[in-house]
């Protein structure tokens, strides 16, 4: 049995692109066989946080039009065997693919790989069109601010037009430190506006950066993203792990708490 | 010879010019054979009727209303002064009768409306669930909303200034009432103090005010 998840937000920036290879090598690492694909034609970037750049020889829109197969445009991950990378194209526009097409690519994908995540573009036009196409199930993607939330409200309006009912709400980019002194929504505020299920919340860490930076997806470390993201990848295999504490008061006071809890 | 009657319409309804001098006899043969002629024209119209050109006492103004409707097959829905003011309560007071009590009958919907989607009715409308911000609710009745309205509410589309907007948690972007438009202040306050207090607007002076729910104010309602 095979999963579509698409990973959508409306917003751009919000982190879409990171959280579907984390999210994408988190399965592989669980011994899942993964497709990442990039929908986000133009302005490809997904292969640059997965550190496969220049392994790039064909490109979405090339195997939609026959240029090659699906196997040579394919191309897998420098870590794991078991995941693969369809990238997009960086010389053409959206317009390049239609649903339809989007749709039998991902009927053929279905037959070898356990999950196939969708990269999908910022905007609800045609780009957003075509990622959610063939998906079955889908990761909302905000942070905590007014602006990315009433975009994902849109998104989860159009998913649920198109009938994607799986829906499910990940807070990225939270700091822990503003919520306390009021200055964040917080986690349960967002969740209310926007009522959906939420199956996890990533902090705001600059861990993160880093690993964008090098390519080296974040997850599997021991950084609280990384954790955070781990947590996600297991829920979406149906886990039920409660959410960890996000609180990383690191004073002098706290550690000295904790020393003496772990006793 | 000079017209004692002349009949005259208006988007609304129909407007008689009746002789100042003529005699009040003269006058209602001329309407019975005026309404004669263009009952064909009329068909079943409902409509609005105002009289113009003379006073009229009440038992002469019931006699042309007889006279209009023995001789046509129009139904008068009301008869009002002419006024130049008045044209849009005429309007209104016909669009009420047409679509019936708009605000006695509800439709309701159940899930949350989102950014972007719209929800209008011809009635009243009962939202089971949230209103979202960049969310619609329109209706010609009220609106009622039984979870958070933080979207945009219009009630009485068509002019009806007694709809009201009730919602358990009222925190609407904008609220709309008849003619009337209010929003919300521009730095709202970051834990409103009464938030999950179900909260009624309502139109009084050409304003709109949003109270507590309570007793009160739910035996100041009126259907209409």
Redesign the interface.
Known sequence: MSEVIVVTSGKGGVGKTTTTANVGTGLAMLNKKVVLIDTDIGLRNLDVVMGLENRIVYNLVDVVEGNCRIKQALIKDKRYNNLYLLPSAQTRDKTSVSPEQMQKLIDELKEEFDYIILDCPAGIEQGFKNAIAGASRALVVTTPE?SAI??A??I???L?ANEITKVDLIVNRIRMDLVKR?DMMTIDDVVD?L?VSLIGAVPDDENIVISTNQGEPIVGTDALAGRAYMNIVKRIMGEDIPLMNLDTDNGFWNRIKNIFKSK | MKQTVMIKGNAYGLVVMLDKEAPFEDILKEVAVKFRDSAKFFKNAKMAVSFEGRKLSPEEQQQLIETITDNSTITVVCVLDKDEENERRFKKKLEEAVTGSATGSGQFYKGTLRSGQVFESESSVIILGDVNPGARVVAKGNVVVLGALRGTAFAGLSGNEQAFVVALEMAPTQIRIADTIARSADRPPVKPDSADQPKIAYIENGNIYIEPLCKEVINDIHLI
């Open positions: 007014v009433r975009d409200d849109r989860i309006g159009l649920e009021g506006i009522a």
